[in-house]
């Protein structure tokens, strides 16, 4: 019988689950366990089929908006954050509600009050239609933030008012977000922006580690959703460090004539993705190469964020 081809994997740490993610997750499981189900989510609770899939065989129900949650009905919100009018409705239809958003989401939350308070207007680095920037946006009054894109969007932007500050959606690629905030301090001398970086410190650990291993490889495979911005900026450092890069859900996604030539192969996962798929993967690469796998680690992230007082009260 002939032998497998070698094949190098350089493995990306840290991947996978953060602890924001860890925690939404955990919040439902935490509630199909106190008020058995069904217990309804709005929105996908993070941005992972297999996740999602999982907590619907617990007895979670998804649903895309309030109106399709019973009376009387436990509801969770997602991890990305919710406009401020989402628990105000639950309220007034008097659902009991729990608020999985990531606690650095909130932070972001709170910084774009604040700024308005201070009667600024708000220059949002996003990505248009992300539940993130709805949810942040959802946070201040219709009109006191505006939505910066791209370079090309800091450059024409006309602000209503010359009091202004910045903020970032918390998953976007480090690199491009420095050039958008660069233009736009040149621009604005005055703006003001948040005391630490708002891109979350596992989005900025994810992609430091496929940046240390996508130049070494030919190929990188990054396990995630489609619709996970963090996945897709993930994919799109591989890329810029000159690797043939890959989204793929799971092992199923894989093309293997994507190998072709291929000696090296680089794999991390986004921060909604399991890592039981990462396992998965690799015992898809194994079927088919002799497979010498070296984990590569930038960060050791030990960060826990605490689950709500409703869930862990005795």
Not at 13 to 21: H, L, T, Y
Not at 88 to 98: H, I, K, V
Not at 171 to 178: I, M, Q
């Amino acid at each position: 019988m002939p032998s497998s081809p070698p094949l190098k994997l350089l493995v990306a740490a840290p991947r996978g689950f953060c602890a924001g993610v860890e925690r939404a997750i955990q919040i439902v499981e935490l509630a199909l366990e106190k008020h058995g189900a069904p217990v309804y989510v709005r929105h996908e609770i993070v941005h992972n089929r297999f996740v999602v899939d999982s907590l619907k065989a617990k007895g979670a129900v998804f649903v895309k908006e309030l109106d399709e949650v019973p009376d009387g009905a436990q509801v969770i919100f997602s991890a990305h954050g919710v406009p401020k009018s989402i628990p105000a409705t639950a309220q007034e239809r008097g659902l009991d509600w729990l608020d999985a958003t990531c606690p650095l989401v909130s932070k972001v939350h709170r910084q774009a009050e604040r700024l308005v308070e201070q009667g600024r207007h708000i220059l949002f680095v996003g990505h248009a239609g992300h539940p993130e920037v709805i949810g942040t946006f959802g946070q201040v009054p219709e009109g006191s933030m505006t939505l910066i894109e791209t370079v090309e969007d800091a450059e024409s932007v006309q602000p209503p008012v010359p009091e202004l500050g910045f903020l970032t959606q918390t998953t976007l690629s480090v690199d491009d977000t420095a050039d958008i905030v660069a233009t736009l301090q040149r621009r604005f001398p005055s703006l003001i922006g948040p005391k630490g970086e708002d891109i979350c410190y596992a989005t900025s650990n994810r992609q430091t580690a496929v940046k240390a291993i996508a130049a070494q490889c030919q190929l990188v495979l990054v396990i995630g959703a489609e619709n996970s911005s963090n996945s897709q900026r993930l994919r799109e450092v591989a890329a810029r460090e000159g690797a043939q890069a890959r989204l793929i859900q799971r092992a199923a996604g894989i093309d293997w004539a994507w190998f072709e030539g291929v000696t090296t192969v680089g794999l991390t996962a986004g921060a909604s993705a399991p890592e039981v798929l990462v396992q998965e993967v690799l015992d898809a690469l194994r079927s088919r190469f002799d497979v010498t796998v070296d984990e590569v680690t930038t960060a050791t992230e030990q960060v826990v964020f605490k689950l709500p007082r409703a869930l862990v009260a005795a």
